[in-house]
């Protein structure tokens, strides 16, 4: 998945009427504002009510289900190999959300303040903040991405990270 396939991926999404936020290793590269490492995948938060815009959007580019996790996610790819890995969110009044977990009753929380912006290629696109970044990076062992991206953010931000 190359910055160029993000923005187009985005650009699709836009067209439909949809709203997404970046997360994952591509959310990182926008926070610090430019491409780390490569990237195997496109995590995108979308809202739930939005999801048919979504799929069929997606689905007039090429793009099919490969994985069906809902209501927690759900992911597809195109012949090119492009991944999806796609986050339902339940937006409340505040501005926050919500997305389900694979354990009943503990959803997983979206402050309001998490949805921010970074660039990708140059360009404003909007992603997850830095805390919730690393706050999804938690209670699991770390992979090489994950310890990669978390010394990007520390780099960029300052802050602290738990590996």
């Given at each position: 998945m190359?910055?160029?396939?993000v923005?187009?991926?985005?650009?699709?999404?836009?067209?439909?009427?949809?709203?997404?936020?970046?997360?994952?290793?591509?959310?990182?590269?926008?926070?610090?504002?430019?491409?780390?490492?490569?990237?195997?995948?496109?995590?995108?938060?979308?809202?739930?009510?939005?999801?048919?815009?979504?799929?069929a959007?997606?689905?007039?580019?090429?793009?099919?289900?490969?994985?069906?996790?809902?209501?927690?996610?759900?992911?597809?790819?195109?012949?090119?190999?492009?991944?999806?890995?796609?986050?339902?969110?339940?937006?409340?009044?505040?501005?926050?959300?919500?997305?389900?977990?694979?354990?009943?009753?503990?959803?997983?929380?979206?402050?309001?303040?998490?949805?921010v912006?970074?660039?990708?290629?140059?360009?404003?696109?909007?992603?997850?903040?830095?805390?919730?970044?690393?706050?999804?990076?938690?209670?699991?062992e770390p992979?090489?991405?994950?310890?990669?991206?978390?010394a990007?953010?520390?780099?960029?931000?300052?802050?602290?990270?738990?590996?």
């Open positions: 190359t910055g160029d396939d923005l187009e991926i985005l650009d699709v999404l836009r067209g439909a009427g949809a709203e997404v936020w970046i997360g994952g290793g591509w959310g990182i590269d926008a926070l610090v504002g430019r491409q780390t490492r490569e990237h195997q995948d496109l995590d995108l938060m979308h809202r739930l009510e939005q999801e048919p815009l979504v799929v959007a997606l689905a007039e580019t090429g793009f099919a289900e490969t994985l069906d996790w809902r209501p927690v996610r759900f992911v597809v790819a195109d012949a090119a190999g492009r991944r999806i890995d796609l986050h339902p969110l339940v937006f409340g009044s505040g501005g926050g959300a919500l997305q389900e977990s694979l354990e009943p009753g503990k959803p997983f929380a979206y402050p309001a303040d998490c949805f912006t970074g660039s990708v290629e140059g360009r404003t696109v909007p992603c997850l903040s830095a805390g919730q970044q690393v706050f999804f990076h938690q209670g699991y992979r090489a991405r994950d310890l990669h991206d978390m990007r953010l520390r780099e960029a931000f300052g802050i602290r990270t738990h590996f």
